[in-house]
Structures are given as structure tokens and as C-alpha cells.
């Protein structure tokens, strides 16, 4: 899917938090792009309500939309009833998007079901955590070789099972992780996933939104970093930072490179006066992230139209079995349509 010259039609379903407070409000970012031409809801009632303040109809049937209605579908739904909501609207899939959160699956026996997918035109994953602005930056750091080769990355606190080891890989170029092994510690468990080239990615435990600190060796330099950018004392290496005005978070910096770097948050200030249910800053960067995600529909994107459905997929299992098998061959836990 090319630049639209017109809006793309979007169908939304879901009305739950999620929807509410990112698919909504990132859909209200892109809307010289995307035109939402309904909501639907396994209960109407909900659909509307979450329709309303966006301006959006509630559509009590999705039949009664042909194919050709739509250019793109958003499904934000719980993960065991995708596959049902899937089969509701497949007569729309022929030439259109899909949009679905991660993991896409929800029992191993959906596995199965894999081809309930492949109608649609094209898919991505709602991965909005390996998205928000800030670990763009820092992927794009890497790409552009500031850091040299990167051999390890370690992350502290701030990572949870697929959505950790997603953004491990996005910035590791998608690579698959070859094993994994982990540790039972207090409210968590630690994991080392081991990379093609002897790369190493750390995720320790437990998880606190909003906190903790990760770092990423390459042979030119390290960078580290809040997840936040506030300050980490005696941080070694180049440094995420915060950029902020009168208005607060304007944007994120990598001090310390020979060639500084910065990411602007152009959409913070539309967010922050949208008066969301979970109007945290968090939140308005995953929603940032999301934004990400369904643009790269038609923008060039280094990690979202590379990152498939079956990795998302991948990701869940390795993560799900990592945490209950000392040492895990992960290679072995791949599925066909996946990337590298």
C-alpha cells in the first residue's frame, strides 16, 4: 500500500480501555490519512459509547459491509476471541489491511488457524511498546552504525515477556533468538536469549511501567538509558535524555555520539489535551508508537512491515516457555511466514 492519494476507510472493532485509549486516539493522529467509517463491538451499546466522542458510528453487523467498504480493519479484542471476530469480517479481507494487536493468538490449537490471516492484503501487529519515539531513536542509532556492532543489550525492569523480547529484536534487525535461559528470582524471572553472531539480550525482572534502565554495547560505543529519559547517575557511554518546553515532554536525545541525534513528539501536546481515561505519559508515547504501526500501511518503515504476524506469535511462545524451562532451544519454536 502506497502513499493514499484519498483517506483510507477504517473499520475499528473492539471498544474496550484499549481501544478507547490508544486505537481511537492514534486513529485521531493519522486522520489527513485514515477516515474511520465505523465501530464494532460484540455488545452495541459499547461500541457506541466508545464511537461517540470520535464521531464515529457504531455498526451493530459488520455484513452489512461489502468487500470494498474498508482498506483496513483494527482489531482490538481479548486474544481468544480474534480468530471468531476474525471469521465475522472475513468477507471484507480481499484488498484490505489488518491491524491486530499482539499476540494474535490465543490458544496453541489457533495455530491452526493461521489461514483465517492470510486473506487479508496486509497485516501488522500492534506492537506499540517496541514503537514509542524513544526506542525508535535508539533503533535508529543502531541502524546507522553509531554504536558499531552490537553484541549485547541488557534491560532492567522496564521489559515484559513478547513485548521485551519484541523490542530486543527490533533492535537487533529482527534477528530470531537461538536459545534462551532464564532464572526464577522474587516477582520475576530473569532471561538471556542468545542471537545469531553471539548476540545477547538481557531482560531482568520485574517489570515496573515506566522504569528501570537499559543498556546496548556495540564495538564503537555504549548507550544507556531510562526508559523515560530521566537521568541515570553515573551512566556510562552516550545517554538518552529528555527534551522538554514550557508544555513539558517535547522530545528525546542520544548525548554523547559523535553525531547527537534527536526525536521529535510532535503529536504530545494533541494527546495531552484529548483528555484520555489513562492520559499518563506512557500511555500517550505508546499511543505515539501505535500511530507508527498503522502508518507504516503506506510510509517506508525499517521494522513494522518486516515484523509479521508469525513473529509476534514466535515471540509469545519463546517468552511463555522461556519463563518455565531453564533452557529453551528457541530456534526451534519458529513458524513458517516469520522473518530472519
Known sequence: MTQPSSRLRALV??????????????????????????????????????????????????????????????????????????????????????????????????????????????????????NMPQYRLVGDAIRAGALGDVSRISMSEMGYRYHALALLRSWLGLLPPSSARSQRIPGGVNISYRFKGGKVGEVSEPYRQGVGSFAVTGSRAVLTGHPMGNEIR??????????????????????????????????????????????????????????????????ADPVNSRYHLEDAVADNLVSFAARGIPWLPAAAIRLRGAGR
Open 234 to 299: 553515573d551512566a556510562p557511554g552516550a545517554r538518552l535524555v529528555r527534551l522538554e518546553g514550557d508544555a513539558g515532554l517535547t522530545g528525546f536525545a542520544i548525548d554523547g555520539l559523535e553525531t547527537p541525534m534527536t526525536i521529535d513528539l510532535s503529536h504530545h501536546a494533541t494527546l495531552a489535551a484529548m483528555g484520555l481515561e489513562d492520559d499518563s505519559e506512557f500511555n500517550l508515547l505508546r499511543i505515539d508508537g501505535l500511530s507508527q504501526v498503522i502508518s507504516s500501511l503506506w510510509n
Open 13 to 130: 472493532v473492539g471498544s474496550g480501555h484499549r481501544v478507547r485509549n490508544a486505537f481511537l486516539p492514534a486513529l485521531n493522529l493519522l486522520d489527513s490519512h485514515v477516515e474511520v467509517v465505523g465501530i464494532h463491538s460484540r455488545t452495541y451499546e459499547n461500541a457506541r459509547r466508545a464511537g461517540e466522542r470520535w464521531g464515529v458510528e457504531a455498526i451493530e453487523d459488520p455484513r452489512v459491509l461489502r468487500p470494498g467498504d474498508i482498506d483496513v480493519a483494527l482489531v482490538s479484542v481479548t486474544v481468544t476471541n480474534n480468530v471468531a471476530v476474525l471469521k465475522s469480517i472475513a468477507h471484507l479481507a480481499p484488498g484490505a489491511a489488518l491491524v491486530i494487536d499482539t499476540p494474535g493468538m490465543g490458544r496453541l490449537d489457533d495455530l491452526a488457524r493461521l489461514t483465517q490471516f492470510r486473506k487479508w492484503a496486509q497485516i501488522r501487529v500492534g506492537e506499540d511498546f517496541m
